[in-house]
Antibody, heavy 115, light 113 residues
Framework: QAHLVQSGSEVKKPGASLNVSCEAS????????LHWLRQAPGQKFEWMGW????????DYSHKFQDRVTMTSDASANTVHMELRNLRPEDTAVYYC????????WGQGTLVTVSS | DIVMTQSPDSLAVSLGERATLNCKSS????????????LAWYQQKPRQSPKLLIH???TRESGVPDRFSGSGSGTDFTLTISNLQAEDVAVYFC?????????FGQGTKLEIK
């Protein structure tokens, strides 16, 4: 059974950087791409991008591509997402999810950006 | 980007009755070379992560009750929940994976009447 566990909640100031991790278990790590998405209060889910654990190659949404980096560490079955230059509107729950259709999701990481 | 629009925004249905949830995409999500619709449905209960119910528009995930069914093709899709149970109270989202960026509908909140 595929399982994803994310790092804990964060409170950040505007302009800071965010780092969230997502550890996979219960399946072969390289079998599925891993996505990052977010859900801001009252907003639709936003897809931020994915990383392919097989080769580490990312594909970013055009909305985030100049301030996001997604990486894969196959030795730790973990993917990481860095979002830079945070703004208050980046306040959201951030999720990782596995598979081209999002077969399994992490538990979510609440991120609050406030001065 | 492909825009996904769901209707209605909220729906109240009696226990044991049928709920019909709609999803429309701004362009086709049917890939002609394999005749597959790149459309998924998710269920999100309060304080939980989303759960995948259906992919390829109509393929139910393992373990999902057969009262959940998906239909439609091209730009118009439906999630039908037959014999509504109390545990089906949730928000339901459609999502296209035909093109990046993947995009989601705004959700339909399903309640018991």
């Amino acid at each position: 059974q595929a399982h994803l566990v994310q790092s804990g909640s964060e409170v950040k100031k505007p302009g800071a950087s965010l780092n969230v991790s997502c550890e996979a278990s219960g399946y072969t790590f390289t079998d599925y791409v891993l996505h990052w998405l977010r859900q801001a209060p009252g907003q639709k889910f936003e897809w931020m991008g994915w990383v392919n654990p097989l080769n580490g190659n990312p594909d970013y949404s055009h909305k985030f591509q100049d301030r996001v980096t997604m990486t894969s560490d196959a030795s730790a079955n973990t993917v990481h997402m860095e979002l830079r230059n945070l703004r208050p509107e980046d306040t959201a729950v951030y999720y990782c999810a596995a598979g081209h259709w999002l077969i399994t999701w992490g538990q979510g990481t609440l991120v609050t950006v406030s001065s | 980007d492909i825009v996904m629009t769901q209707s209605p925004d909220s729906l109240a249905v009696s226990l044991g009755e049928r709920a019909t949830l709609n999803c429309k995409s701004s362009q086709t999500v049917l890939y002609s070379s394999n005749n597959k619709n790149y459309l998924a449905w998710y269920q999100q209960k309060p304080r939980q992560s989303p759960k995948l119910l259906i992919h390829w528009a109509s393929t139910r995930e393992s373990g999902v009750p057969d009262r959940f069914s998906g239909s439609g093709s091209g730009t118009d899709f439906t999630l039908t929940i037959s014999n509504l149970q109390a545990e089906d109270v949730a928000v339901y989202f459609c999502q296209q994976y035909y093109l990046t960026p993947y995009t989601f509908g705004q959700g339909t909140k399903l309640e018991i009447k």
